[in-house]
């Protein structure tokens, strides 16, 4: 069994992380992918519509590694970030209106990757607490402004009762201390990232730098 199906049955396991797009979807038109198929992918920082702060960057230091290991070239996302600072474009909201054209100038990205930040962080509840990252990506191609693909990952981490009630409480106490000095969404960021771009019928094809390229759709 391949990484990308190890990493597929880790997705769809409800032992203690429960995931959405386990069940059976129609299979994705990848007709655009296979007419401008990249080879490097350059990712912006995430939209945060999240009520987290460190969301941003708490999330897109995630991103890479499983594109990377998809089989594409993966331009340095703090590399960039910085890059369009420096160029008068401070915020996620005002990189992701940078011209394509330019992207494909300046770096020869063959595509960008938009991400929307739709959940991140915990929400407590008197015994128990829930990790939620949810997030929506468009890939498009720098050239055409085609879109190759676009896709939804969601992960969550919950916390329940043992059904002792002092201890549910002293346990739910220190679970949110240490969630308050950490980011426990970043974690789950990448079971969020699992369920977007290794789904078996609708996730980001395999890359030109990986073995199993041929078996793309």
Not at 17 to 23: H, I, Q, T
Not at 42 to 55: D, F, I, R
Not at 67 to 86: H, N, R, S
Request: glycine share 8%; aromatic share 8%; net charge neutral.
């Amino acid at each position: 069994m391949n990484t990308r199906h190890l990493l597929r049955a880790a997705a769809c396991s409800a032992a203690l992380l429960m995931f959405a797009g386990c069940a059976t979807v129609k299979p994705y038109d990848y007709s655009n992918f296979r007419a401008h198929p990249p080879r490097s992918i350059l990712v912006l920082p995430p939209l945060n519509e999240s009520t987290a702060v460190e969301g941003t960057y708490g999330y897109l230091s995630t991103v890479t590694q499983p594109i990377a290991e998809l089989g594409y070239y993966v331009f340095p996302v703090a590399v960039v970030d910085q890059f369009l600072k420096e160029n008068g474009m401070p915020t996620a909201g005002e990189m992701h209106q940078v011209p394509l054209n330019k992207v494909a100038e300046i770096t020869g990205a063959d595509a960008v990757l938009f991400i929307t930040l739709k959940q991140y962080g915990s929400k407590f509840q008197v015994l128990n607490s829930v990790t939620t990252v949810q997030v929506h990506a468009n890939l498009v191609d720098t050239r055409t402004g085609t879109l190759l693909w676009d896709g939804d990952g969601m992960a969550q981490q919950k916390s329940g009762g043992s059904g002792n009630i002092l201890a549910d409480l002293i346990a739910a106490a220190v679970v949110q201390a240490i969630n308050s000095k950490s980011d426990t969404a970043h974690q789950v960021s990448r079971l969020a990232n699992t369920n977007l771009f290794m789904s078996q019928s609708v996730g980001l094809p395999y890359g030109p730098y990986s073995p199993q390229y041929q078996k793309r759709p």
